[in-house]
């Protein structure tokens, strides 16, 4: 069963030009925790879904969605930010907006593949909650593309997602996008504590592994406890919203961020990866903003031995060759 729709606010859209940068490095705190050093485009912000846990809702003080009208500007910036990069570069778009939900009326991620097909050093990652992967067709190279599903139990999209599209919808989503060559990728974040918590989620790790047989078209597999400031508790408390999403224990971290205690992160990742393991271990599956103390407990660390965002990195650069192997790219010989 669908969850419920959000409030009519939240799908109306708004135009502006940015006064900012379009592309800044992910905002991720360095204080004791790693980073993945994924680089953020920004063409919308605001999301048409609602989340309980949606940390957007205590940045921005409206719930509609911004789309900006100046992407020439994004387009020069990314034109002279490259034209200084060494290596190669992870892009990603759902940071503050889901990538897709609005892709058929907006086109803003086909428009954003176009403007990296210059680069052959690029790969860009459109995250979302929805199904609406039909949108990206005619994008000329999907092999440089990767499409990163959110992913939760049902239960959990149930009682906390309105307006996102069921697990079952996001995996033949997955599915289709494979079969139309693009990449895609799965981020168990956020992990939300419960009590039949690891049951469900190991049989969510388990689901995606019978539907998309060739692991090696998964990019990436992120895993993450729910985490957020203070001030989203106070919000949802206000609104009677905050249990039981706030059931669990939680502690103030170094970064300012409400998170569970530390063995019950180590659980939830400890369980995922044994999952992933036993099937597909070659998937790159990573912690997102995690301390050392909590990759070395979950049997993590040993992935990354060059860092994490090298980690990434890597396996960033066996997918562009990959992708050229397959078809003739841009600057490609």
Request: with cysteine.
């Amino acid at each position: 069963m669908k969850s419920p729709m959000p409030d009519s606010s939240r799908t109306e859209i708004l135009h502006s030009v940015s006064r900012g940068e379009f592309w800044k490095p992910c905002p991720g705190t360095t204080a004791g925790y790693f980073c993945c050093g994924y680089q953020i485009i920004t063409p919308l912000t605001g999301c048409g879904m609602y989340c309980a846990y949606c940390v957007l809702q205590a940045y921005f003080e409206h719930d509609h969605q911004v789309a900006y009208t100046n992407l020439d500007d994004l387009e020069h910036e990314i034109r002279e930010k490259m034209s200084r990069w060494k290596g190669v570069v992870r892009f990603g778009t759902g940071e503050f907006g889901d990538s897709l939900f609005q892709e058929d009326r907006l086109g803003l991620s086909r428009r954003i593949a176009a403007m990296l097909e210059p680069y052959p050093n690029a790969i860009v990652e459109f995250k979302t909650k929805s199904a609406n992967v039909r949108a990206l067709s005619g994008i000329r190279y999907p092999q440089r593309v990767v499409v990163g599903f959110s992913m939760n139990t049902p239960r959990m999209i149930g009682m906390f997602e309105r307006g996102t599209m069921t697990l079952d919808e996001r995996l033949d989503a997955a599915r289709w996008c494979v079969d139309q060559g693009y990449w895609v990728a799965f981020h168990f974040d956020p992990m939300i504590w419960y009590a039949e918590w690891e049951p469900e989620y190991r049989d969510v790790a388990r689901r995606i592994l019978e539907t998309l047989p060739d692991p090696s078209r998964i990019a990436w597999w992120s895993l993450g406890g729910f985490r957020c400031m203070p001030a989203l508790k106070k919000i949802l408390r206000d609104r009677n919203e905050h249990l039981p999403l706030f059931a669990g224990e939680m502690l103030l971290g170094e970064d300012r961020k409400l998170r569970y205690f530390r063995p019950q992160r180590t659980a939830f990742y400890r369980a995922v990866r044994e999952e992933v393991e036993a099937r597909a271990p070659e998937i790159p599956l990573y912690l997102c903003m995690e301390c050392p103390e909590v990759w070395e407990d979950s049997g993590m660390m040993g992935r990354i031995p060059d860092g994490l965002a090298e980690y990434l990195d890597d396996r960033a650069r066996g997918m562009l060759a990959a992708a050229y192997g397959r078809v003739s790219g841009p600057n490609s010989s």
